[in-house]
């Protein structure tokens, strides 16, 4: 069992920033892949940034914006937000792709969701 825990969510004014944070804990022999979804009202969830620790997937509506990282040792994925615009407001949702053992099956896991809004 994987529990992720999600913080950093709130308003921002547009052009500001915004840093997510996301901690997974439980029984995780090792994580693949980490990053970040959202949803915003009416839309589907859509990815936002991803990372398997050696490549990267952007949406291209964040690329140049958002940055991921993890940290493979705490289990952590963040999302450095800057120049934030009213569009990106929606619900951001943790993503963990993970296994129990070495020879299990790969996982995915998600967050419950960290609301962000930016204003005009």
């Known amino acids: 069992q994987v529990q992720l825990v999600e913080s950093g969510g709130g308003l921002v004014q547009a052009g500001g920033s915004l840093r997510l944070s996301c901690a997974a804990s439980?029984?995780?022999?090792?994580?693949?892949?980490m990053g970040w979804y959202r949803q915003a009202p009416g839309k589907q969830r859509e990815l936002v940034a991803t990372t398997t620790g050696i490549s990267i997937n952007y949406a291209d509506s964040v690329k140049g914006r958002f940055t991921v990282s993890r940290d493979n040792a705490k289990n952590t994925v963040s999302l450095q937000m800057s120049s934030l615009k009213p569009e990106d407001t929606a619900v951001y949702y943790c993503?963990?792709?993970?296994?129990?053992?070495?020879?299990?099956?790969?996982?995915?896991?998600w967050g419950q969701g960290t609301q962000v809004t930016v204003s005009s």
């Open positions: 439980g029984s995780i022999f090792s994580i693949n892949a």
């Open positions: 993503y963990v792709a993970s296994r129990t053992t070495y020879y299990r099956p790969y996982e995915d896991y």
